[in-house]
């Protein structure tokens, strides 16, 4: 395997990924409607209240699992290019790719930052009795 092959391979990822994200950022956004509407009206019977919890949570998961996914795909990526770096030479790019990629939590703190925020505005928004 080759340098430009871990590239392309990469490439063919990230592509896919960005699909993932954007259906996940849709997901989220369906739940802040949902949140909002039950803000809104105030008086949502404890059952729809669980599940639009459940909702929110489980896009929440699916979205740290992609994010975790993509995190350990960068770091298999920059482990590819250390093998590939032991027979031939890698360009800058890679080398500097390996250099920021090494030590990679498996969830950065902005990351985890991103996702508490929007459960904690999404279960707030439905739990909370809207100020009279």
């Known amino acids: 395997m080759t340098e430009m092959d871990m590239w392309n391979l990469l490439a063919g990822f990230m592509s896919g990924n960005a ?8 997901a989220i ?3 802040f409607r ?18 639009v919890t459940a909702y929110c949570l489980s896009v929440a998961a699916f979205m740290t699992m992609l994010m975790i996914n ?20 890698l360009s800058a790019t890679a080398q500097g ?12 703190p902005i990351q985890m930052v991103f996702l508490g925020s929007i459960v904690i505005m999404q279960v707030l928004q439905t739990w909370m009795k809207k100020a009279s």
């Open 29 to 31: 956004w369906l739940g």
């Open 34 to 51: 949902m949140t909002s509407n039950i803000y809104m009206n105030g008086d949502a019977p404890v059952i729809g209240k669980l599940l």
């Open 97 to 108: 790719f390996i250099d920021q990629v090494s030590g990679l939590p498996a969830l950065s």
């Open 19 to 26: 699909v993932w994200f954007l259906g996940y950022i849709v």
């Open 70 to 89: 993509t995190n350990q795909l960068f770091q298999d990526i920059a482990t590819g290019f250390a093998v590939i770096g032991e027979t031939e030479s």
